[in-house]
């Protein structure tokens, strides 16, 4: 799992059909402690999230099996929203 933050939207007027009606949000990775990460990714969301939150991210096999995303083509998927991430060293 990848923790993340959303930092806008995906409109795609053309997609696979099997994408239609289904949310794209534009994230980007974090540390634990919250501090931005290199590199973006476009997900999925299956749980209602908005910008600014900070979520969890499944990619390749995991992420079809979220939701009702079985037989799309989906590569990453938001699969939850995380309130407070706590690191014990």
Request: neutral net charge; aromatic residues 2%; charged residues 25%.
């Amino acid at each position: 799992m990848i923790i993340a933050r959303v930092i806008g939207t995906v409109v795609a007027t053309r997609k696979d059909p099997r994408l239609e009606s289904m949310k794209l949000l534009v994230v980007r990775p974090v540390s634990p402690e919250g501090k931005d990460e290199s590199g973006y990714l476009i997900a999925v969301d299956t749980v209602g999230a908005g910008v600014r939150e900070t979520v969890m991210i499944v990619q390749g096999s995991s992420a079809r099996m979220a939701g009702e995303l079985k037989d799309r083509p989906v590569d990453a998927a938001i699969v939850g929203i995380i309130d407070t991430v706590q690191v014990v060293a």
